[in-house]
T-cell receptor, first 111, second 111 residues
Framework: RKEVEQDPGPFNVPEGATVAFNCTYS??????FFWYRQDCRKEPKLLMS???SGNEDGRFTAQLNRASQYISLLIRDSKLSDSATYLC????????????FGKGTKLTVNP | DADVTQTPRNRITKTGKRIMLECSQT?????MYWYRQDPGLGLRLIYY???????NKGEISDGYSVSRQAQAKFSLSLESAIPNQTALYFC??????????FGDGTRLSIL
């Protein structure tokens, strides 16, 4: 099992739709969780951290399920500008801290 | 992210040439990283450093070397470039257990 796995995508949704991405991780000792956004040919940028209690930032909601070892990202009322690749990132301590990126899920929001 | 600066932004060179990519940061972070990104493969860690003169191999360090002579600078070298090292390279910085901040990337093409 890969350390971090994401929905393969791509996702194509109309404007205004709600879309959800899931990400699973294999190491139960994982400590920190993040969602990044990457536009084509640009650097990844932090979208939001994911906390155990779940957290919301405007139209974006992130949740963590430690028992099942997955995190999710929900985007409500999708905008054209949400089109990007979304990367799931997990850190865990294994001798030294290790940060692992998922391969990303591409989202296209259509007019 | 202007706090993490990569130079050059683009480089085209020939097989066998020595190439150095530079990364500097003004964020005061102790940790720095070099990644490469290829289509369909996501981000792959080349080398990372937790402090000055601390060097650690990532998952794909063969063919690369790095230098961390100062906290703010982390350089990546390709001693003898080969075409399959053509990729988008990112530098990133962080504090322990905190999200990483990426530079704008260096697009490297080796002919």
């Amino acid at each position: 099992r890969k350390e971090v796995e994401q929905d393969p995508g791509p996702f194509n949704v109309p404007e205004g739709a709600t879309v959800a991405f899931n990400c699973t991780y294999s190491n139960s000792a994982s400590q920190s969780f993040f969602w990044y956004r990457q536009d084509c040919r640009k650097e990844p940028k932090l979208l939001m951290s994911v906390y155990s209690s779940g957290n919301e930032d405007g139209r974006f909601t992130a949740q963590l399920n430690r028992a099942s070892q997955y995190i999710s990202l929900l985007i409500r009322d999708s905008k054209l500008s949400d089109s990007a690749t979304y990367l799931c990132v997990v850190t865990f301590q294994g001798g030294s801290e290790k940060l692992v990126f998922g391969k990303g899920t591409k989202l296209t929001v259509n007019p | 992210d202007a706090d993490v600066t990569q130079t050059p932004r683009n480089r085209i060179t020939k097989t066998g040439k020595r190439i150095m990519l530079e990364c500097s940061q003004t964020k005061g972070h102790d940790r720095m990283y070099w990644y490469r990104q290829d289509p369909g493969l996501g981000l792959r860690l080349i080398y990372y450093s937790f402090d000055v003169k601390d060097i650690n191999k990532g998952e794909i360090s063969d063919g690369y070397s790095v230098s961390r002579q100062a906290q703010a600078k982390f350089s990546l070298s390709l001693e003898s470039a080969i075409p399959n090292q053509t990729a988008l390279y990112f530098c990133a910085t962080s504090r322990s257990n905190q999200p990483q901040h990426f530079g704008d990337g260096t697009r490297l093409s080796i002919l």
